[in-house]
């Protein structure tokens, strides 16, 4: 069973402050990772999606990728107020077109203002 | 770039009818779809998977002729609920993968059904 993990939460950060979000998968096959934000009564949007290990920096946002330890993580900097939503890690373990992903239970965030 | 649309976004209708719901990738092809469900406080539950011209994939537990998904184009499925009943009431989200890098989805904004 591909197994996604996120930390249960919830997340409590003041404004300013950097928000963390960590996420751990089991298929080592995995090819390909994303960050999704779901506020409540909403559908989740893409945040950004990362394949290659390393850092990815997109704005405030910045995923983190270790291919070895089977970590993809999300770092939120200056986290505002708005920010506070769901954060759902999703992974895709193939390529091609039976491909689908395998989401986290997501973790809830909170930016005290 | 890369809008999903859902429509409606809101229904509510009674016990023993059939609902349809429309998911479109606006501005990109999309030969696979997917349908999720989402009960409040609950994570996203895939219900299946629909390509393009052929017959669409269901998740285990998910009853193929209770949730009809035609796939007959490459911007558009449908989501048929039969004979809806109140359990059937939630959060119905349906996504279209874009065939680029990483193979990304994209979310459309959801359809909220109610059966009383």
């Known amino acids: 069973q591909k197994e996604v993990e996120q930390n249960s939460g919830p997340l409590s950060v003041p404004e300013g402050a950097i928000a963390s979000l960590n996420c751990t998968y089991s298929?080592?096959?995995?090819?390909?990772f994303f960050w999704y934000r779901q506020y409540s009564g909403k559908s989740p949007e893409l945040i950004m999606f990362i394949y290659s290990n390393g850092d990815k920096e997109d704005g405030r946002f910045t995923a983190q990728l270790n291919k070895a330890s089977q970590y993809v993580s999300l770092l939120i900097r200056d986290s505002q107020p708005s920010d506070s939503a769901t954060y759902l890690c999703a992974v895709n373990p193939l390529s091609g077109a039976n491909s689908k992903l395998t989401f986290g239970k997501g973790i809830t965030l909170s930016v005290r203002p | 770039g890369a809008v999903v649309s859902q429509h409606p976004s809101r229904v509510i209708c009674k016990s023993g009818t059939s609902v349809k719901i429309e998911c479109r990738s606006l501005?990109?092809?999309?030969?696979?779809m997917f349908w999720y469900r989402q009960f409040p406080k609950q994570s996203l539950m895939l219900m299946a998977t629909s390509n393009e011209g052929s017959k669409a994939t269901y998740e285990q537990g998910v009853e193929k002729d209770k949730f009809l998904i035609n796939h007959a184009s490459l911007t558009l499925s449908t989501l048929t609920v039969t004979s809806a009943h109140p359990e059937d009431s939630s959060f119905y989200i349906c996504?279209?993968?874009?065939?680029?890098?990483?193979?990304?989805?994209?979310f459309g904004p959801g359809t909220r059904l109610l059966v009383l």
């Open positions: 298929d080592r096959g995995s090819q390909s």
């Open positions: 996504s279209a993968r874009e065939g680029k890098e990483a193979e990304t989805q994209y």
């Open positions: 501005d990109f092809q999309a030969t696979t």
